[in-house]
C-alpha cells in the first residue's frame, strides 16, 4: 500500500509555470508506475501525464504535450509535474496517482489503484 500527497498547485498567471510534486510513503514505491490526472468543476478527471516505474517511459496529453513534463525520483519517493506554458484551460484540482497493475503506463483513472487528495492549480488569464 502506499500513501500519496501533491504539494505545489497554487495561482499563476497565464503564461507562468508550476512545479507539482507527489510524495509516496509505504513500500516498494519503485514497484508503482505513476500518474497526474486532473478534474476542473463540471468535468470527468482526465489523464495529463504518466511515467513508467523505472522512469524511462513516459505519456502524456495531447493538450500538455510540449507544455509538460513528468518525472520521478525512486531514491526520495517523489514523483514531479513541471508545467510550463499554462493557460486557463490548465486550471484544475490536480491529483497524483499509483498504479501496481501490469503495463508501462496507463491513461485511463481505472488502472490507478491509489490517489492523493489533490492541490489546485488556479490559471488567470
Known amino acids: 500500500q502506499v500513501q500519496l500527497a501533491e504539494s505545489g498547485g497554487g495561482l499563476v498567471q497565464a503564461g507562468g509555470s508550476l512545479r507539482l510534486s507527489c510524495a509516496a510513503s509505504?513500500?516498494?514505491?519503485?514497484?508503482?508506475?505513476m500518474g497526474w490526472f486532473r478534474q476542473a468543476p463540471g468535468k470527468e478527471r482526465e489523464f495529463v501525464a504518466a511515467?513508467?516505474?523505472?522512469?524511462?517511459?513516459?505519456a502524456y496529453a495531447d493538450l500538455v504535450k510540449g507544455r509538460f513534463t513528468i518525472s520521478r525520483d525512486n531514491a526520495k519517493n517523489m514523483v514531479y509535474l513541471q508545467m510550463n506554458s499554462l493557460k486557463p484551460e490548465d486550471m484544475a484540482v490536480y491529483y497524483c496517482?499509483?498504479?501496481?497493475?501490469?503495463?508501462?503506463?496507463?491513461?485511463?483513472?481505472?488502472?490507478?489503484?491509489?490517489w492523493g487528495q489533490g492541490t489546485q492549480v488556479t490559471v488567470s488569464s
Open positions: 509505504g513500500r516498494a514505491f519503485s514497484s508503482y508506475a
Open positions: 511515467i513508467s516505474r523505472g522512469g524511462s517511459t513516459t
Open positions: 496517482a499509483a498504479r501496481s497493475g501490469p503495463g508501462l503506463v496507463a491513461r485511463t483513472p481505472i488502472g490507478y489503484n491509489y
